[in-house]
């Protein structure tokens, strides 16, 4: 399929680091609130209330900006974009058009064939809507609530050129970009509904289709996936791609026509008169300061500080607080090991049980493993039952090597297995003499059998085949 | 001690007001205007204001006191919060009286429109007192009230001022703080003081302006309007812009009005022809820009969250787009749809941004004049009080009356209306124009006026 798919993104991310809403001074905070507990007349919308602009949003957005190397405007402006619906309570919303904040940016991802350029077109600053409630699903719903907690909330729309080639690319770009913002500590990509995807889709040569409402990371590459093999499946049977906006189910995973291009909705964008012209000129530098390290310069210094490999310091990076994880452990451990440790053993195990690492066990008990490990103390096997242990049921690895009887067994303790696992399996000795080489592997299960996988695998060997070798 | 002296005058007021015709207000606010009146009295509310009867327009927001714009789509609409002019006039304690009278949602000259009915000129009961600010200029005129707020976006306080004979003030923009006023065309708007005469305009404008940080157009401008109330305009320069006068305006109008620069010219002040060119121009510019910002601005009030709600709830666009319907009269639908039109795709370039350009133009026309001359002094109207019914089928008539004012709010400029004369027993207004922010000029040349002339009287019967 590559080379014939072009994909175009508008993200909306939430600046839910921010204290407060984008015009007004409610708080962001609202996980858990009661529906239209948060609100005042501004984000309301009553008659006669005035927005005022959040300074610290536009700074963050510009720092944002700088991230995806974009120009900064010097001087920026909303708009109106005017549309009824009931989550949007001035009957517009609050946008950028003309003069957003950045643009001409671009970022880089991994692709199959190499690294993938990516053109950031425009990042601007706009107001989320409320949030519809439905009872039940959005069809059988006799009625509809809103909750306007959310409204006012400060987004920042990141719209890329139609330069990606596949939806893993896509997928690719929203973590690299959710990454970002969160190594530049304006953004929680953990917290429901913080990010929220348009995509602009096509065959090579054909129409192009907007799937919204893509509202999870994963998503976006099932959106994406889905809406592909349709548009390929309709030109296989020679049936024309029509122009459309579609509407992504995500439980059901397929997208649903929301509208054509004859419905096209009119925005009758025009200057906010209510907010002025902002201009911004000769904030940049200032903030150019500001910006932290972020992740590729972090995956650099990695490889350098620590001497780890790349694809290591790839994964590691690939999530601040994966990274910060790993700097606290690196700093008081052989980093080589803690590497392999984090990256592929403790990542894979919260993987699979869907974890954040912030709920992980912390970085001095990851310490205590690799000593641990270092001295000999316990083997690989014993430090990945240890993990799943204190992941599963918490505790500290002292307790849990004692109670698990986790600690390497002593050499003559391995030796006197070997002895009995030979006694016990003489037709195997027959098969391996015979050159079997699968007798051999057999007989060493055999002994960690004995030993309840405590032995060290490589003492095992060494003695398995002294042993056979001189009997 | 039990002198109660401001009670005892409220109280006044309000009978005056039970018994009026005018039909001035939609809403009083009389127990706490009794509550206001008395706290003075007992020394308990002190402030420039205190005591004094002050009526709010009612497209100014008044926390818990029914706020309606004279349209029926805010029925029973009682806002939260205090605009902050409001809450100003309480810091100062004045005593409000209640809501004014107006066109519906400020959109007209006479205040015709109002879902509450006319409000009828005091000067004579079958004129109308001018809009939008009518129920405004009708209440200051017919002592119910000592003064009053209005807004003014095309024309809308010195109008009525104008048609009811008394004074009126259009502020710079971004002067006075819009935080609570219901937006009609929000680039051009400004709450406005009206009163019987400049000094209690000066002292209102005292209290209201100010940087308030809630609005954005808000600029910071430090000023004491009422140290500039002198009787001195020796030394100005009045300039007479010719455009201003001739076709369609009344010649008593044209008369009363060189009358007061020849006063002026009597007392010291040297007056000269100035030139503003696009002056034809601002008609249309301002009817684009305004109808455009409405249909944007009023998009908010589907019923949903307060105001009208009549019938069974159906689906999300039947129901809006039936209370929306029902609840906006006709010149609000037509400024809506009109706004809607020009604003969209392929019409934005030829209409709202060609209006944008024009507003450049007479701001720079403003400017320019002002490098020769001090203020500026033109008929605020082109003609007296009409009579209540008079334009009612063809609106472009009544547009053609803002033609005098709508230039200042294009370009932003202050502007104040005072009684210059009488066609029969109609009044009829001067306005002088200032530069930006420059208040202090047009309130001392108009109370300089208002000293050495006799145009300051009470409607017949009041």
Same mark, same amino acid.
């Given at each position: 399929m ?7 993104l508008e993200v909306?991310?939430q ?7 984008l015009?007004c001074?409610?708080s ?6 009661e529906?239209?507990?948060m609100?005042?007349p501004?984000c309301?919308?009553?008659p006669?209330a005035?927005p005022?602009i ?5 700074? &963050?957005?510009?720092m944002v900006g ?7 405007a010097?001087?920026t402006?909303f708009?109106r974009?005017?549309?009824?619906y009931p989550?949007?309570p001035?009957?517009?919303q609050?946008?950028q058009y003309?003069?957003?904040i950045?643009s ?6 991994e692709s #199959? ?7 950031i077109?425009?990042v ?9 409630v439905h009872?039940g699903?959005?069809?059988t ?11 006012g909330?400060p987004l ?5 050129e139609?330069?990606?080639?596949s939806?893993?690319?896509?997928r ?9 913002l969160? &190594?530049?500590d304006?953004? #929680? ?16 040569g054909?129409?192009?289709v907007?799937?919204k409402n ?6 976006v590459?099932r959106?994406?996936?889905f809406e592909?093999?349709?548009q390929?499946n309709?030109k ?12 992504? #189910?995500?439980?059901r995973?397929c997208t649903?026509t929301?509208?054509t291009?004859e419905?096209?909705?009119? &925005?009758?964008?025009?200057?906010e008169?209510?907010?002025v ?5 000769g ?5 150019r300061e ?7 310069a972090r995956?650099e210094?990695f490889k350098?500080?620590y001497g780890?490999?790349d694809d290591?310091?790839?994964?590691i990076t690939?999530?601040?607080r994966?990274?910060?994880?790993y700097?606290?452990?690196a700093?008081?451990c052989?980093?080589?090991l803690a590497?392999t440790?984090v990256?592929?053993y403790?990542?894979g195990e919260?993987n699979?049980?869907d974890m954040?690492?912030k709920?992980?066990?912390?970085p001095?008990?990851?310490?205590y ?5 270092k001295?000999g103390?316990?083997? #690989?096997?014993g430090a990945?039952? =240890?993990m ?5 049921e918490g505790g500290?690895p ?18 006197a297995?070997?002895?009995?696992? =030979?006694?016990e399996?003489?037709?195997a000795i027959g098969d391996?003499r015979a050159?079997k ?7 060493v299960?055999?002994?960690m059998k004995?030993?309840n996988g405590r ?5 095992v060997? =060494?003695?398995?085949r ?6 | 001690?039990?002198?109660? *002296?401001?009670?005892?005058s409220v109280?006044?007021t309000?009978d ?11 809403t009083?606010d @009389?127990e706490n205007a009794l ?5 003075v ?5 002190a402030?420039? *204001?205190?005591? +004094?009867?002050v009526?709010? @327009?009612d497209?100014?927001t008044? @926390?818990?006191l ?8 805010l029925?029973?609409?009682v806002p !939260?919060f205090d ?5 100003r006039?309480?810091?100062?304690g004045?005593?409000?009286t209640?809501?004014?009278? +107006?066109d519906?949602?400020a959109?007209?000259?006479s205040t ?7 409000t009828?000129? !005091? ?9 939008s600010s009518g ?5 200051v005129?017919g ?6 707020l209005?807004t003014d976006?095309?024309?809308?306080? $010195?109008?009525?001022?104008s048609?009811?004979g ?6 710079t ?6 935080y609570?006023?219901i937006a009609?065309?929000?680039s051009?708007?400004?709450?406005g003081?009206?009163?019987r005469?400049?000094s209690?305009?000066?002292l ?8 308030d940080?809630?609005d954005s157009?808000s600029v910071p401008?430090?000023?004491?309007y009422?140290?500039?109330?002198v009787?001195d305009?020796?030394g ?8 201003? /006068? ?8 044209e008369k009363?009005v060189?009358?007061?620069i020849?006063?002026l ?7 000269k022809?100035?030139?503003?060119p696009h002056?034809?121009y601002a008609l ?10 409405a249909s944007?601005n009023l998009?908010?009030?589907d019923?949903?969250?307060?105001g009208l709600?009549?019938g069974?709830d ?6 809006f ?6 609840? /906006? %009269?006709?010149e609000?639908? $037509?400024r809506?749809?009109?706004g809607t039109y020009?604003?969209s795709?392929g019409y934005y370039?030829k ?5 944008l350009k024009? $507003?450049t133009?007479?701001k720079?026309?403003?400017?320019k004049a002002?490098?020769?001359v ?6 605020? +109207?082109?003609y007296p009080a009409f $009579?209540i019914?008079?334009h009612?089928?063809?609106? *472009?008539s009544?547009?053609m ?6 230039p200042?709010n294009?370009? %932003?400029? !202050?502007s104040i209306?005072?009684p ?6 109609l009044p009829i ?11 202090? +000029?047009?309130i001392?040349?108009a ?8 145009f300051q009287?009470l409607?017949?019967g009041?």
């Amino acid at each position: 399929m590559d080379g014939e798919v072009i994909i175009g993104l508008e993200v909306h991310c939430q600046l839910n680091k921010l204290n407060s809403k984008l015009f007004c001074g409610c708080s962001t905070r609202q996980q858990g609130l009661e529906p239209n507990t948060m609100t005042c007349p501004v984000c309301l919308g009553l008659p006669g209330a005035l927005p005022v602009i959040n300074k610290k949003a536009v700074e &963050y957005s510009i720092m944002v900006g700088l991230a995806l190397n974009c120009e900064i405007a010097e001087h920026t402006q909303f708009y109106r974009k005017n549309y009824y619906y009931p989550d949007l309570p001035r009957g517009f919303q609050i946008t950028q058009y003309d003069w957003p904040i950045a643009s001409n940016g671009v970022l880089t991802v991994e692709s #199959d064939g190499g690294d993938r350029v990516v053109r950031i077109r425009r990042v601007h600053m706009e107001e989320d809507p409320g949030r519809l409630v439905h009872q039940g699903s959005i069809e059988t719903s006799k009625f509809v609530l809103v909750d306007y907690n959310r409204s006012g909330m400060p987004l920042l729309e990141v719209v890329t050129e139609p330069d990606l080639r596949s939806p893993k690319e896509a997928r690719r770009f929203i973590n690299k970009l959710r990454n970002i913002l969160e &190594y530049l500590d304006v953004f #929680d990509g953990s917290l429901e509904g913080a990010l929220r995807v348009d995509a602009n889709v096509s065959l090579k040569g054909g129409a192009r289709v907007e799937i919204k409402n893509i509202s999870s990371y994963k998503g976006v590459e099932r959106a994406l996936l889905f809406e592909i093999s349709r548009q390929q499946n309709m030109k296989r049977r020679g049936v024309k791609v029509t122009q459309e906006t579609r509407h992504y #189910d995500d439980e059901r995973n397929c997208t649903i026509t929301l509208r054509t291009k004859e419905q096209a909705e009119e &925005y009758r964008y025009y200057p906010e008169p209510d907010l002025v012209p902002l201009s911004v000129k000769g904030w940049e530098p200032r903030l150019r300061e500001k910006l932290p390290e972020l992740p590729d310069a972090r995956r650099e210094r990695f490889k350098k500080e620590y001497g780890i490999s790349d694809d290591h310091a790839k994964v590691i990076t690939s999530e601040i607080r994966v990274a910060n994880y790993y700097e606290c452990v690196a700093g008081k451990c052989e980093p080589r090991l803690a590497a392999t440790w984090v990256a592929d053993y403790l990542k894979g195990e919260l993987n699979y049980r869907d974890m954040d690492i912030k709920d992980a066990f912390d970085p001095e008990m990851m310490v205590y493993i690799m000593e641990q490990l270092k001295k000999g103390v316990i083997t #690989d096997k014993g430090a990945v039952e =240890l993990m799943r242990a204190l992941l599963d049921e918490g505790g500290h690895p002292k307790d849990i090597i004692l109670a698990r009887n986790l600690a390497k067994v002593e050499t003559d303790v391995t030796k006197a297995a070997v002895t009995e696992v =030979l006694k016990e399996n003489r037709e195997a000795i027959g098969d391996y003499r015979a050159g079997k080489a699968q007798a051999f592997n057999y007989l060493v299960g055999m002994v960690m059998k004995k030993t309840n996988g405590r032995a060290d695998p490589s003492e095992v060997n =060494l003695l398995l085949r002294e042993l056979l070798e001189c009997t | 001690m039990s002198m109660a *002296l401001y009670e005892e005058s409220v109280h006044k007021t309000f009978d005056r007001i039970k018994h009026s015709r005018l039909n001035a207000y939609i809403t009083l606010d @009389k127990e706490n205007a009794l509550g206001t009146a008395k706290g003075v009295d007992d020394g308990k509310i002190a402030g420039r *204001l205190a005591g +004094m009867t002050v009526a709010v @327009k009612d497209c100014i927001t008044t @926390k818990g006191l029914l706020t309606t714009c004279g349209s029926k789509i805010l029925s029973g609409y009682v806002p !939260p919060f205090d605009a902050e002019v409001v809450a100003r006039l309480r810091n100062e304690g004045a005593v409000i009286t209640g809501k004014t009278n +107006m066109d519906e949602f400020a959109m007209g000259t006479s205040t015709e429109s109002s879902h509450y009915g006319p409000t009828k000129n !005091p000067w004579d009961m079958t004129r109308v007192p001018g809009g939008s600010s009518g129920g405004s200029g009708a209440a200051v005129a017919g002592l119910e009230c000592r003064m009053a707020l209005g807004t003014d976006t095309g024309g809308s306080v $010195r109008c009525p001022a104008s048609f009811c004979g008394v004074v009126g003030i259009k502020p710079t923009y971004g002067l006075v703080s819009r935080y609570g006023v219901i937006a009609y065309a929000n680039s051009l708007e400004q709450v406005g003081p009206m009163a019987r005469n400049v000094s209690d305009a000066a002292l209102l404008l005292d209290v209201i302006a100010g940087h308030d940080p809630k609005d954005s157009t808000s600029v910071p401008h430090d000023a004491r309007y009422t140290d500039h109330l002198v009787d001195d305009v020796k030394g100005l320069t009045i300039g007479v812009p010719k455009e201003y /006068f001739g076709e369609g305006t009344d010649m008593k109008v044209e008369k009363a009005v060189w009358d007061a620069i020849m006063t002026l010219n009597r007392l010291g002040a040297d007056y000269k022809e100035v030139s503003l060119p696009h002056t034809k121009y601002a008609l249309s510019a301002y009817y684009i820009i305004a109808m455009c910002e409405a249909s944007s601005n009023l998009a908010r009030f589907d019923g949903l969250r307060y105001g009208l709600r009549t019938g069974k709830d159906e689906n999300w666009h039947a129901t809006f787009s039936r209370i929306r319907a029902e609840g /906006f %009269g006709e010149e609000v639908k $037509r400024r809506i749809m009109l706004g809607t039109y020009a604003l969209s795709e392929g019409y934005y370039g030829k209409y709202y941004l060609k209006a944008l350009k024009v $507003r450049t133009l007479i701001k720079k026309d403003f400017e320019k004049a002002f490098k020769g001359v001090d203020v500026l002094a033109a008929p605020t +109207m082109p003609y007296p009080a009409f $009579r209540i019914g008079e334009h009612q089928d063809d609106p *472009l008539s009544m547009y053609m009356a803002d033609v005098d004012t709508v230039p200042v709010n294009l370009a %932003g400029v !202050p502007s104040i209306s005072v009684p210059c004369g009488f066609a029969g027993k109609l009044p009829i207004g001067v306005q002088f124009i200032g530069g930006f922010f420059d208040e202090p +000029m047009i309130i001392r040349t108009a109370h300089t006026f208002e000293l050495n002339t006799d145009f300051q009287k009470l409607p017949e019967g009041f």
